[in-house]
C-alpha cells in the first residue's frame, strides 16, 4: 500500500500551502487519516487527524486555527490546508492511515501505512 504525498515547497511567513496524500490502492473508507510532521532535529509529532468519514477533524492544539484536514473518499485522498504559515513551521510533512473506524490517535504507533513525506519551507 502506498501513499503519496505532495503539495509541499517554499512558501513565505504569513502564506498557505495544501499539501494532498493520495492513497489509490488503500480502502480509504476503513481508516482514519493524519497528517504529521518532522523538523530536523526534531521528533515527528501530530499535526491533525480526521475519521473515515471526514465528520471528525483533530488538530494539535498549537495549530488549531491555521490548519484544516479534510478527505474525499471519492477520490481516496486528504488533504492538509495550511494558512498563516510560519517558520516554525518547516518539516517534513507525513501522511498515514490507521485501520478502523475509531477517532484518529495522535500516537505514531498506531498508524499503518505511511506517506513518503513532502517538505515544507517557510522562510520569514
Known amino acids: 500500500v502506498q501513499l503519496q504525498a505532495s503539495g509541499g515547497g517554499q512558501v513565505q511567513a504569513g502564506g498557505s500551502l495544501r499539501l494532498s496524500c493520495a492513497a489509490p490502492?488503500?480502502?480509504?473508507?476503513?481508516?482514519?487519516m493524519g497528517w504529521f510532521r518532522q523538523a530536523p532535529g526534531k521528533e515527528r509529532e501530530f499535526v491533525a487527524g480526521?475519521?473515515?468519514?471526514?465528520?471528525?477533524?483533530y488538530y494539535a492544539d498549537s495549530l488549531k486555527g491555521r490548519f484544516t484536514i479534510s478527505r474525499d473518499n471519492a477520490k481516496n485522498t486528504v488533504y492538509l490546508q495550511m494558512n498563516g504559515l510560519k517558520p516554525g513551521d518547516t518539516a517534513v510533512y507525513y501522511c498515514a492511515g490507521e485501520r478502523g473506524l475509531q477517532p484518529p490517535s495522535p500516537r505514531i504507533d498506531a498508524y499503518d501505512y505511511w506517506g513518503q513525506g513532502t517538505q515544507v519551507t517557510v522562510s520569514s
Open positions: 480526521i475519521n473515515w468519514s471526514g465528520s471528525n477533524t
Open positions: 490502492s488503500l480502502a480509504f473508507r476503513d481508516y482514519a
